[in-house]
């Protein structure tokens, strides 16, 4: 699987008609050193494997819409400030098939949360748990193909600390939140 690492600004890729889209979202709290990804529930495809939130893009909907709505139907978790999402990495592009690639963001978290999430519609068949993992655990759980291949990837680190130095020179916020 291609990954193609971008450089974390906040700038809009135009989408075209007709290509398809997926967004995911990865949050990842420096403080614990541990990523939030959801166990994906019995009735989807790779059940019991750990992935980050993430789906189609609708039609007429951005890129960084779907990755706050999914994060929302699929974990409860609000982002009420869009530049708060930092495009890490787009792997699977390929314009000859129509495929205009997974765009997947990074989310720093202040802290974990606490509690259950909530899920929107169908969404709690498709999740089983949101759980916080950290690199002492990842070998004990089975990682979804694309999420082992992005943490494998050697430009995933460098992208995480620039995310991070975004994330700090920014003014703190406490959108992250259970719905």
């Not at 990865?26 to 750990?50: A, M, Y």
């Not at 975004?166 to 406490?174: G, V, Y």
Request: glycine share 12%.
């Amino acid at each position: 699987m291609n990954v193609s690492f971008i450089k974390l600004v906040e700038e809009k890729e135009k989408e075209q008609q007709g290509m398809k889209y997926g967004a995911g979202v990865l949050i990842f709290c420096p403080q614990s050193g541990r990523f939030l990804l959801q166990k994906r529930g019995p009735n989807i495809t790779d059940p019991g494997q750990h992935d980050y939130f993430g789906g189609g893009v609708d039609e007429g909907e951005s890129i960084t819409g779907a990755a706050i709505r999914e994060l929302y139907e699929e974990g409860g978790i609000l982002v009420s400030d869009p530049a708060t999402l930092y495009k890490l990495a787009i792997y699977g592009r390929n314009p000859d098939e129509g495929l205009g690639g997974y765009h997947i963001f990074l989310r720093i978290a202040d802290e974990e949360f606490e509690g259950k999430p909530s899920y929107e519609g169908d969404s709690q068949d498709e999740v089983a748990s949101a759980d916080w993992i950290g690199k002492d655990e990842m070998g004990k759980i089975h990682l979804h193909e694309r999420v082992s291949t992005l943490f494998a990837d050697k430009g995933f680190k460098d992208s995480l600390i620039k995310a991070y130095r975004l994330h700090t020179a920014r003014d703190r916020d406490d959108v992250d939140k259970y719905a």
